[in-house]
Each structure stands twice: as structure tokens, then as C-alpha cells.
């Protein structure tokens, strides 16, 4: 049994504004799963609605079997989810420190031991760690971030579009980041809108279009099927 698996997911904005009608889509433990299609086609509404930030009005979200759909944000992440949004995903004016210890808000008594497991893992954090996260450049950032969402230690990432504004080097940098979440056992579903740079990066792949699975498979087979590449990857 997979340990997300979204089925049949409705969600939206408003009552009248439905943009996901019907979408499904499951995830194993230590995998990197890539959501990608056109703009408009649901990709961070799916994300919003696995992590609580909307209530999937039908279908239903499960982790390990255990039901997601309805709970707050704080519950879904108590269950092991973490959600790192593309914007505003860090505290500028804090401390690194700082930063990661609000990270740690749901497990306040092992916020100490999980801060030293993260400079462990990321030592560029340990080194500016009274710096201001507004100091860090836009990869540095990117694995603060992803550092926070670690600190709920999760058994399910979501990340919305980590690349976003990074340059090539930077963007290859996080993505090893990721590789190592997923290497620790972590499954990783990300919006990405470099879809060959994701494609390469996960295991398997759904592309939205419209709100509903246009199409799902092992990403290096979508990477290679010259229609997909026609219809969504740039040829």
C-alpha cells in the first residue's frame, strides 16, 4: 500500500471555483513523485489540499491508510505531513536559529536534539545561524525551507515549485537536497516547473491538465514518450 494515495480529489478556492475535479494520485515511502502540467492545472491546489490548507470537498487524502481529508494543517502535520510553500516559506527578519525552532513547534521537547540533526545535515546552516534568513541567497533559502519542513519530521514533503528563481547551479544544488530527503526514507511530492529537471530528479510523474490526471507514469518512460514531450515539456 502506498503511503499518500489521493483519490478522486475535488477541491478549490470557493464554492463556485472548482479546479481540481477528480484528481488521484499516490506516493511510497522514499520516492520523489513529480506533479507538473500547464498553468492553471491544479498542480499547487493538490499540494494546498493534501496539506490542509483547503478541504477537498469529495474524494478522499490518506497517509498509511489513515485519513487526511478535513484536517487542519496542524493535525495534517502532526500525521507526518510537511508542507513548504513557494512563497514565503521562511521567516526573513529571524535567525536561522530562530527559524528552525519555530520549525520545531509541534515537538517542542525535542527541538534541540532535531536543530543539531539539521546542522549536522546542512552545515552552511550552522555556520550562519544568527544570521538573518533575509541574508541568505535564493538556494540558501530554499534549504532553509526544506530544513523547517524537516523539523516535523515528516514521512511526506510537499514542495511548491523549490526552484523558482533559482539559477541552474542552485537549482541542481536543492535537488540533491531532495535526492537526500528521499534517500532518508522521506517521500517527496513536488510541483516543478522545470518538468525535464524533475522528470530526471523523481521516480514517477502525473501531469495535470484542467484539473484532472492527463497522464502517469514512471518519469524516465514520460521523459521519453515523444508526445509528452511534445504536448508538455517543450519538445
Known amino acids: 500500500m502506498s ?4 483519490e478522486n480529489v475535488v477541491a478549490g478556492y470557493t464554492s463556485a471555483d472548482t479546479i481540481l475535479k477528480g484528481v488521484s494520485v499516490h506516493a511510497d515511502g522514499g520516492e520523489i513523485v513529480a506533479i507538473l502540467g500547464p498553468n492553471g ?4 491546489t493538490l499540494l494546498k489540499a493534501i496539506a490542509g490548507q483547503l ?15 478535513g484536517l487542519k494543517p496542524r493535525e495534517v502535520a502532526k500525521r507526518g505531513v510537511a508542507y513548504v510553500p513557494q512563497e514565503a516559506n521562511v521567516f526573513p527578519n529571524m535567525s536561522i536559529h530562530e527559524n528552525l525552532e519555530i520549525g520545531g513547534y ?6 534541540r536534539g532535531r536543530i543539531s540533526e539539521i546542522y549536522g545535515r546542512f552545515p552552511m546552516l550552522a555556520e550562519k545561524r544568527k544570521e538573518a534568513a533575509r541574508t541568505l541567497s535564493g538556494g540558501q533559502r530554499q534549504v532553509l ?17 523549490p526552484s523558482a528563481g533559482l539559477s541552474p547551479v542552485a537549482t541542481q544544488e536543492l535537488f540533491e537536497t531532495i535526492r537526500s530527503i528521499r534517500d532518508a526514507g522521506v517521500a517527496v511530492v513536488l510541483v516543478e516547473q522545470n518538468a525535464l529537471d524533475a522528470l530526471d530528479l ?34
Open 55 to 69: 478541504v477537498a470537498r469529495e474524494g478522499s487524502i490518506r497517509l498509511k491508510d489513515k485519513p487526511l481529508t
Open 3 to 6: 503511503l499518500l494515495n489521493a
Open 106 to 111: 509541534l515537538a517542542p521537547r525535542e527541538i
Open 145 to 161: 525551507a526544506v530544513a523547517i519542513a524537516l523539523m516535523v519530521a515528516p514521512q511526506l514533503m510537499l514542495l511548491d515549485e
Open 202 to 235: 523523481a521516480e514517477r510523474a502525473y501531469i495535470l491538465t484542467a484539473g484532472r490526471n492527463h497522464i502517469g507514469g514512471r518519469a524516465s518512460e514520460l521523459a521519453a514518450d515523444k508526445d509528452v514531450r511534445r504536448a508538455f515539456l517543450g519538445g
Open 41 to 44: 492545472a491544479g498542480k499547487s
